[in-house]
């Protein structure tokens, strides 16, 4: 079936929550003991937060989840996670639904949605950053621990956290020209660049190469927490032809923030 046949919409029952559970553990393999459970998935609709679901025919091959949070008294959401069947990747459906969200969100007056991403990943930073136009800066250190998901390979889990803010003219621009134009915008000055090799995912993978992943991990771990306390943001990122890829940093001349004190929290 095309990508165009996949129907995203809000999940609807329990058996449909069930299935989010279901292919969260398909696609990270977690542990059950870090599985989030069918509960949270339930809270999480009657609370005010979104459960979105991709369905080919009847079988969901996608969801996403988000919660409710507050900063300084304005109301967000939390996009806790995002999971994509492994036969369905880099078909767009990630990006659908994320577009999903924010259209929801809109619609009850939010305009800020975060998340938290791996650094090391280079698809999902490419998607976050160029496909959807959020930005980041903040890092987390180690903030779930040591998880038992094979794609941390057995490194701590560092985050960037993402800011999506939904009616800037950053975001609005990239939606309607399917391009972000940062290094084209003369008010971009970019002030660093942080590279994330190729052969991060096989590093990762095999133990006698794992330390090669984790200096990377270190390196740009340094280098991100130093940009950030400078005032910089991640604003662009690029892909070369060898599936190398690169966060580029500079200061945004948008001022969107709740509280400018809680942007380094």
């Known amino acids: 079936m095309s990508p165009d046949a996949v129907v995203i919409r809000r999940c609807q029952g329990l058996d449909e929550l069930r299935a989010c559970v279901a292919l969260q553990k398909d696609v990270w393999n977690f542990s059950d003991a870090e599985l989030v459970p069918l509960r949270l998935f339930v809270v999480a609709e009657k609370v005010g937060g979104q459960v979105m679901g991709a369905f080919e025919g009847s079988e969901m091959v996608g969801f996403a989840l988000s919660v409710p949070g507050t900063r300084s008294g304005h109301i967000y959401l ?3 996670m995002l999971a994509v069947r492994k036969d369905h ?27 938290t991403f791996d650094p090391l990943e280079i698809k999902n930073a490419y998607l976050n950053i160029e496909k959807l136009g959020a930005i980041a800066r903040r890092y987390n250190i180690n903030q779930y621990g040591i998880t038992s998901s094979p794609l941390q390979g057995g490194l701590p889990s560092d985050r960037l956290i993402a800011e999506w803010w939904l009616k800037s003219k950053r975001v609005e621009t990239l939606l309607a020209t399917g391009s972000l134009a940062t290094r084209k915008n003369p008010a971009f000055n970019q002030q660093a660049a942080i590279a994330v090799p190729a052969q991060i995912y096989e590093w990762k993978a095999a133990a006698e190469t794992r330390s090669q992943a984790q200096q990377v991990q270190e390196r740009n771990r340094e280098q991100f927490l130093h940009a950030f306390d400078n005032g910089f943001a991640v604003l662009g990122y690029e892909r070369d032809a060898a599936g190398d ?7 945004w001349d948008e001022k969107w923030s709740y509280a400018s004190e809680e942007i380094t929290t």
Do not use: D, P, T, V
Request: positive net charge; glycine residues 14%; proline residues 0%.
């Open 245 to 251: 890829g690169k966060f580029l940093l500079g200061r």
């Open 78 to 80: 939390h996009s806790h």
């Open 89 to 115: 990747r880099n078909s767009g459906l990630g990006r659908r639904l994320k577009l999903l969200q924010r259209e929801e969100a809109l619609a009850r007056g939010i305009e800020l949605i975060e998340w």
